[in-house]
């Protein structure tokens, strides 16, 4: 069993639903969708995860937590942060793969990205030689390996950078006509803020089967001074 925290709009979004839908299969429910059938070969690493962004990636628990503590945690967390918005999103590419992303770095993000790594570290389990030769550690920065020493996954900290991944590697030859594609789908949802809403609990029972959400918690509501209109 693994487990991982990461952002998801809630069930009921309508951004949950349009992204479900993309992919092919609903985190939530485990509903398969065959609206895009003639996209799901690009679309089936991300189907697995199920929409999301990463925020704290898939983990072993530690040997000392149980799951009642990690929700107990999970629970604990999302009462004491405040939720809040991205102030515009769009249709990105990071090499190969497009997902929704921020269409700036913003601060506030960073810093909420770094605060679930290092909240829920305790829960941990240290990954096994396989695990972190699965991430090819000679491929990465010196940054990135230390952050998998650290915190388990190389992507966090300064190396974070918030992505819902909407396909898997794409041919150069088909960018254009992906691009335009995903920038149609998802135009009630680009160019406008996103809320940082809550975070979902995810699942993976074995290796390589689905993730499935456990558990959505919002986040503390936002102070309305600060929050966009």
């Given amino acids: 069993m693994r487990y991982a925290i990461y952002f998801t709009p809630a069930e009921n979004d309508a951004l949950t639903e349009k992204a479900s839908r993309w992919l092919g299969r609903n985190a939530f429910s485990g509903i398969a969708h065959d609206d895009h059938e003639a996209y799901a070969e690009i679309t089936a690493e991300p189907r697995r995860y199920g929409f999301h962004a990463t925020l704290k990636a898939p983990f072993e628990l530690s040997e000392k937590r149980s799951e009642t503590d990690l929700l107990a945690a999970l629970q604990a967390f999302a009462a004491s942060r405040q939720a809040f918005y991205i102030p515009k999103l769009v249709?990105?590419?990071?090499?190969?793969?497009?997902?929704?992303?921020?269409?700036?770095?913003y601060q506030?993000?960073?810093?909420?990205?770094?605060?679930?790594?290092?909240?829920?570290?305790?829960?941990?389990?240290p990954l096994s030689d396989s695990d972190i030769a699965r991430r090819r550690p000679q491929n990465l920065t010196e940054s990135q390996r230390h952050n998998l020493s650290l915190w388990g996954y190389p992507h966090v900290m300064d190396d974070f950078?918030?992505?819902?991944?909407?396909?898997?590697?794409?041919?150069?030859?088909?960018?254009?006509?992906?691009?335009?594609?995903?920038?149609?789908e998802f135009s009630n949802f680009t160019d406008r803020p996103?809320?940082?809403?809550?975070?979902?609990?995810?699942?993976?029972?074995?290796?390589g089967e689905a993730?499935?959400?456990?558990?959505?918690?919002?986040?503390?509501?936002?102070?309305?001074?600060e929050a966009i209109a």
């Fill in 91 to 105: 249709v990105g590419s990071l090499g190969p793969f497009f997902a929704l992303v921020p269409h700036a770095p």
């Fill in 194 to 207: 996103l809320s940082i809403s809550g975070l979902g609990l995810f699942v993976e029972k074995a290796r």
């Fill in 108 to 125: 506030p993000l960073q810093d909420f990205a770094a605060d679930v790594v290092d909240y829920f570290e305790p829960f941990r389990a």
């Fill in 161 to 184: 950078r918030f992505h819902m991944t909407l396909t898997g590697p794409v041919d150069e030859a088909d960018t254009a006509h992906i691009s335009g594609v995903l920038a149609s």
């Fill in 211 to 225: 993730f499935t959400i456990h558990t959505w918690l919002p986040l503390a509501a936002p102070d309305m001074k």
